[in-house]
């Protein structure tokens, strides 16, 4: 499992591609995989703003449910409502077209809390 | 068996003590397998009880709810075994090995509780019918592996591991017989997952031979090993309760839906009759009913169902999921007996929003051969 070098990365397993103030997150492949077929997917409306930590969805997999936090402060301003109707895409490319939110970043020092894909490796590593 | 898991990428979880695999590939692509083509159970965490003895078909007769007298040499039946209060210890299997020796298969994670139970009820039948005859109940669970074969070319796959002839056997009957190179098994045409199929209990030491020989016997067919996770959609999908969701020690057989086993006139007394019929006769508080979601989202134990308008609490989910073979959101659920008839509309309560649902017959899946 290889996690793109290019993105910053929560323990509750949610990536985050920061583009100038554009931040698109979405769950790594570690989380879908440990989740297992992802069936449902809920997604926060465009316009909502987060707070870092905030739950901003939900994922299900026939098992379990598993809540979305949001990895920085900021404002979503795209929602991937492609997911929604297949969130089976989440099993199938975690890290590129299951993107769930595209946020406007609020609070710069809210990325500070983010991990580099080697510090993710490790600490995926440290879970098994 | 743990090894034969742990190759074939299962991921183990401890369930009831036993690391057991609740998926290999995923429990969607496992689930579709055995509807489409056959799965592979190891269901070896069971509990297995033998019960002898001249007294044995009186005593099981007692100890449990369906009527165990008619039942043949060879024959299988499914039944619920109460508790004075009218509450449900477990669900089981009865077997009938001969006129008085007895099989039983219980629930892994309740077995010490079940074989706790039987022990005391064998202790009241004794007392009560001092000259009943020689009666022996001893758990022999560590003795057996279960392995379960279950889909369409299940008859297929294990007629080439035994000499026994299968398809004379008809569904919850059984043979003694042996598969592989001489090893002793009852081969029964039982299971849980709504598809035609057998379970092979052998000696618990010969489970990986007989498991990678059913693997090897059902390549051709696409067999796949199947774990927890699907095990649980493929039941849910036929409406077949399982303890701990849809039954408890609480739980009134006919609210269950599983009055069907409860025999009240079978001629003897058994364990919880009289509390059963009088809670019936009083009036059941619910009835366990198929649901099934008419917009997005998934129903799990626990949520709340309401009426139409959301106002009105009538009820629970004891078991929901995705439906893999239907592919909608489905639920067993202990509904108000006024607002559980089919097609009723309902709604569920999921993280707080009020999910439009409908009562709907059951079973949900009906195998097409």
Redesign the interface.
């Known amino acids: 499992m290889s996690f793109p070098n290019n993105y910053k990365y929560t323990k509750d397993h949610e990536w985050a591609l920061v583009e100038g103030n554009t931040v698109t997150v979405g769950v790594t492949a570690h989380a879908a995989s440990a989740l297992g077929d992802i069936v449902y997917v809920e997604l926060p409306e465009v316009g909502r703003t987060l707070k870092h930590g905030e739950t901003f969805g939900v994922v299900e997999s026939i098992k379990a449910v598993s809540d979305l936090y949001s990895p920085i402060s900021g404002k979503v301003t795209a929602s991937n409502a492609a997911l929604v109707n297949e969130p089976a895409m989440i099993n199938q490319d975690p890290h590129g077209k299951a993107w769930m939110v595209k946020m406007e970043l609020t609070d710069a020092s809210t990325l500070n809390n983010l991990m580099d894909a080697a510090a993710y490796n490790q600490f995926v590593a440290t879970l098994k | 068996m743990y090894e034969e898991h742990k190759r074939l990428g299962g991921r183990l979880i401890d369930f009831g003590g036993w690391e057991l695999p ?2 290999y590939t ?4 496992e689930h579709l397998a055995c509807r489409n083509a056959v799965g592979l159970f190891d269901v070896s965490h069971m509990g297995e009880v033998h019960v002898e003895g001249t007294a044995s078909e009186a005593f099981v007769n007692y100890l449990v709810s369906n009527d165990c007298v008619k039942l043949n040499i060879k024959q299988a039946l499914y039944t619920e075994m109460c508790n004075h209060r009218g509450g449900i210890v477990d669900d089981l299997l009865v077997y009938r090995r001969a006129k008085d020796r007895f099989f039983l298969v219980v629930n892994a994670s309740n077995s010490d509780k079940d074989f706790a139970h039987m022990k005391k009820i064998e202790t009241e039948f004794t007392q009560k019918n001092p000259n009943a005859g020689s009666l022996s109940v001893t758990n022999e669970s560590s003795k057996y592996t279960q392995i379960a074969v279950q889909g369409r070319h299940a008859e297929a796959i294990v007629q080439t591991m035994t000499k026994t002839p299968l398809s004379p056997i008809k569904y919850y009957w059984f043979d003694e017989g042996t598969v592989l190179n001489g090893i002793p098994a009852i081969i029964a045409r039982t299971g849980y997952t709504g598809e035609d199929g057998f379970e092979l209990y052998v000696a618990w030491d010969k489970g990986p031979e007989v498991w990678r020989a059913c693997l090897e016997a059902g390549a051709k067919y696409g067999i796949k090993p199947i774990g927890l ?1 699907a095990r ?2 493929l039941r849910l999908e036929m409406k077949f309760p399982l303890y701990g969701h849809e039954l408890s020690d609480e739980t009134n057989p006919y609210a269950a839906g599983v009055g069907w086993v409860v025999k009240p006139n079978k001629g003897t007394d058994f364990v919880g009759r009289e509390a059963v019929l009088k809670a019936k006769e009083k009036g059941l508080p619910y009835h366990s009913v198929g649901l099934k979601l008419l917009e ?3 129903p ?1 134990q626990g949520y709340g169902i309401y009426t139409a308008d959301g106002k009105t609490k009538v009820g629970e989910v004891t078991s929901g ?2 439906s ?1 073979s239907l592919g909608i ?1 489905i639920a067993i659920a202990n509904i108000a007996i006024p607002q559980s008839s089919v097609g009723t509309k309902l709604t569920v309560d999921i ?1 707080g929003t009020k999910v439009p649902a409908e009562v709907t017959p059951t079973p949900f899946y009906k195998r097409p051969y």
């Open positions: 609740v998926q995923g429990v969607m692509d996770g649980d959609t997005r989202g998934i799990r999921t995705q893999p959101a993280r």
